[in-house]
């Protein structure tokens, strides 16, 4: 129930290419699905983040799609760079109730030039 | 802009030795968290503390304990080094109770027990 599934484990593609990262959940209480960004040597940073009352959300070059009913939620990559490789881990919480963050297993991206 | 700082980015333990892991922010953050992020199991959650001297468990709390007798400052102690503690641990902090909040992490400290 407080599980979050991430997929693929690893991701490799062309510059330019559009990677897609997806996340299912379980528990409907979840209602705050954050993106954190890694790179090499570097602790996660938040790249963006939803919440399950609006079905898509864009910065930049990044956007989370979210479909409720499927209690799914992904990432893509629009014109992706070499600069993108690093790993990514959806999140998903409770507000108003536990503090904690629960993590996907995250997703090695690698973008070739 | 908001810093996280953990004391060594990397440490070589013998197994049995008591390990003492120091997280610092400077943002007056009021929760702070401690993760060990392993290849394919992602980042699971230690323990977390929501205020000075308060701590929570988190999902893999066995082997660890935590201090926090300053608001800047949250202490991973490993009181019996193993080697299945070898990881990468990482200390992150957040305003306020909400989880909508950003996490700002640091950029972890890479233990490994011999």
């Known amino acids: 129930q407080q599980q979050v599934k991430q997929s693929p484990q690893s991701l490799i593609v062309q510059k330019g290419g559009i990677p897609i990262i997806n996340c299912a959940y379980e528990?409907?209480?979840?209602?705050?699905f954050p993106w954190y960004q890694q790179f090499p040597g570097k602790g996660p940073a938040l790249l963006i983040a939803?919440?399950?009352?609006?079905s898509e959300k864009k910065e930049g070059r990044f956007t989370i799609s979210f479909n409720k009913s499927a209690k799914q939620f992904s990432l893509h990559i629009m014109d992706s760079q070499p600069g993108d490789s690093a790993t990514y881990f959806c999140?998903?919480?409770?507000?108003?109730?536990?503090?904690?963050?629960?993590f996907g297993k995250g997703t090695k991206l690698t973008v070739n030039p | 802009d908001v810093k996280v700082t953990q004391s060594s980015r990397y440490l070589v333990k013998r197994t049995g030795e008591k390990v003492f892991l120091e997280c610092v922010q400077d943002?007056?953050?009021?929760?702070m968290f401690w993760y060990r992020q392993d290849p394919g199991l992602g980042l699971r959650l230690i323990y977390f503390?929501?205020?000075?001297?308060?701590?929570e468990k988190g999902d893999i709390p066995e082997g660890y304990s935590v201090s926090r007798e300053k608001k800047e400052r949250f202490s991973l102690i490993l009181e019996s080094a193993s080697t299945n503690q070898t990881s990468m641990y990482l200390c992150?902090?957040?305003?306020?109770?909400?989880?909508?909040?950003?996490?700002?992490f640091g950029p972890g400290t890479r233990l490994t027990v011999t």
């Open positions: 943002m007056d953050h009021e929760n």
């Open positions: 503390s929501y205020d000075v001297k308060m701590k």
């Open positions: 999140a998903a919480s409770i507000t108003g109730g536990s503090e904690k963050l629960v």
């Open positions: 939803i919440r399950p009352d609006v």
């Open positions: 992150a902090s957040r305003y306020g109770q909400v989880p909508k909040y950003e996490q700002y």
């Open positions: 528990n409907t209480a979840f209602d705050y």
